[in-house]
């Protein structure tokens, strides 16, 4: 379920309740665009609520995901909101999104169903996700204690391509649904000791022959931000 607030400078208050969104995310970052709030619990008073807000320029507001308390677990920003068609309990809204990218709210919902309880399900989510779910990963891992000089391992037969390189790199070093990284900054950073790890002292590739070949001049530069981090990698 999802809820429709403005921005204030209090907690957001939802004025509306909706069944699911469309078009909501994009590998962009922010786009200007239409999204579509099907099953609207009260049509007219969202639209009677945002034509008021336009008049006065203050219609931003957030698209929230709720659990099934009605409380927000993660927002989506979204300014200058208007209306461009209502059709039965159907609302299509035009502004500019904050956009988190593909497969972010299909792990949130996994995640609120309890789906979430062992290693690899971002494997379910197809190639064009997965940045979905490393920022929903991002989002959620939690550091209950800093290790310092630990060992991985790694397969290059687990993953098919860089993001699923981060996926499995996550997992490996925080748990199931952990984060260390979904680029190459990213990646350097958590290993300058942010998120988790003080030290990594070695990661083993096994089948890394595939991995170079998918990842091409990539790879090299995986191996080098290791390096410049002291890892000692092992590669068969």
Not at 100 to 128: C, D, S, T, V
Request: glycine share 8%; proline share 2%; net charge positive.
């Amino acid at each position: 379920m999802f809820g429709l607030a403005f921005d204030s400078e209090t907690e957001p208050e939802i004025i509306a309740l909706i069944d699911d969104v469309k078009n909501i995310e994009s590998p962009a970052a922010i786009i200007y665009r239409t999204v579509r709030l099907i099953n609207v619990d009260n049509v007219s008073n969202l639209i009677s609520t945002i034509e008021n807000a336009t008049k006065i320029y203050e219609n931003n507001g957030f698209i929230c995901l709720l659990d099934d308390k009605k409380s927000i677990v993660t927002k989506t920003f979204i300014s200058n909101i208007r209306i461009v068609k209502s059709q039965k309990n159907n609302v299509t809204l035009l502004g500019q999104i904050w956009c988190h990218p593909p497969g972010y709210h299909k792990a949130w919902k996994m995640r609120l169903n309890n789906e979430i309880i062992q290693k690899n399900i971002w494997k379910n989510f197809r190639k064009e996700e997965l940045q979905g779910w490393l920022v929903y990963a991002l989002h959620t891992t939690t550091i209950d204690q800093v290790k310092e000089n630990i060992s991985i391992q790694i397969d290059g037969n687990e993953f098919h391509n860089l993001d699923g390189f981060f996926c499995t790199l996550g997992e490996e070093v925080n748990g199931i649904g952990g984060y260390f990284g979904r680029g190459f900054g990213a990646l350097n950073d958590c290993l300058c000791g942010g998120f988790g790890v003080k030290a990594m002292s070695k990661l083993t590739w096994l089948n890394h022959q595939r991995s170079k070949k998918i990842f091409k001049t990539k790879f090299d530069k995986i191996l080098q931000i290791l390096a410049d981090h002291r890892v000692q990698v092992i590669l068969k």
